[in-house]
């Protein structure tokens, strides 16, 4: 079965400073998609950023980068310049099936400390 | 451009009885997915409907069902409420099979008394 484990159940920042979130995964799927969610309080999931595990050039999104290594299956979120709007639980996940079902993980709370 | 949209935002029931949750998908969006988020147990794929069938279902009883319209809205239909079915249920629409992106609704949060 598809895993995905995010080992840092919590984390906290300082604004402007820059934080990385660890996720692993496991995956028998030849072509697959990773993806991080933001959860907020408001509990609306957030598309934060993807990447396709045919490309090796690591995805960027404004303040927000992966570091995708695959042969390691690896995908860490990097938050640079964190802002206070950045507090919510983040989710690894990685898609599995011909539907591109999604495998999340357990989430990371990440609180952005003023 | 609308996003996914769920109804009704709390819900609560009583256990044996019968949840009936919404979910309207992005315009020209033709796939949905529901996952079930419980305490202590993550998120988890429960259906996944395409074109108006069910095209997988993830490891949960029969007794979470439901079915896709023809305008590709979708809802969910739990029957014989127990307990640990209390969570928040979250929908996601994606333009297609081929498309990988999933956008996700507010969630629906059931309880269960």
């Known amino acids: 079965a598809q895993t995905v484990t995010q080992s840092q159940p919590e984390m906290s920042v300082q604004e402007a400073e820059t934080v990385t979130l660890s996720c692993t995964y496991d995956?028998?799927?030849?072509?697959?998609?990773l993806f991080w969610y933001k959860q907020p309080p408001s509990r609306q999931m957030i598309l934060v950023i993807r990447?396709?595990?045919?490309?090796?050039q690591n995805a960027t999104e404004n303040r927000f980068s992966v570091n995708f290594q695959k042969a390691a299956k690896s995908f860490s979120l990097k938050i640079s310049d964190s802002q206070l709007g950045d507090t919510a639980m983040y989710f690894c996940?990685?898609?599995?099936?011909?539907?591109?079902?999604?495998?999340f993980g357990g989430g990371t709370r990440l609180m952005v400390k003023p | 451009e609308a996003g996914v949209t769920q109804s009704p935002t709390h819900l609560i029931k009583t256990r044996g009885q019968q949840a009936t949750l919404r979910c309207s998908p992005i315009?020209?969006?033709?796939?949905v997915y529901w996952y079930q988020q419980a305490l202590g147990l993550g998120l988890q794929f429960l259906l996944w409907?395409?074109?108006?069938?069910?095209?997988n279902r993830g490891n949960f009883p029969p007794r979470f069902s439901g079915r896709q319209f023809p305008n590709y809205s979708s809802e969910l239909n739990v029957n014989a409420l127990e307990l640990e079915d209390s969570a928040l249920y979250l929908c996601?629409?994606?333009?297609?099979?081929?498309?990988?992106?999933?956008?996700f609704g507010p969630g629906t949060r059931l309880t269960v008394l």
């Open positions: 996601a629409s994606s333009p297609g099979t081929l498309t990988d992106t999933q956008y």
């Open positions: 995956t028998s799927e030849s072509n697959y998609y």
């Open positions: 990447q396709e595990a045919y490309k090796q």
């Open positions: 996940a990685c898609t599995e099936g011909a539907g591109n079902m999604l495998t």
């Open positions: 315009s020209g969006h033709t796939s």
């Open positions: 409907y395409d074109e108006g069938e069910e095209r």
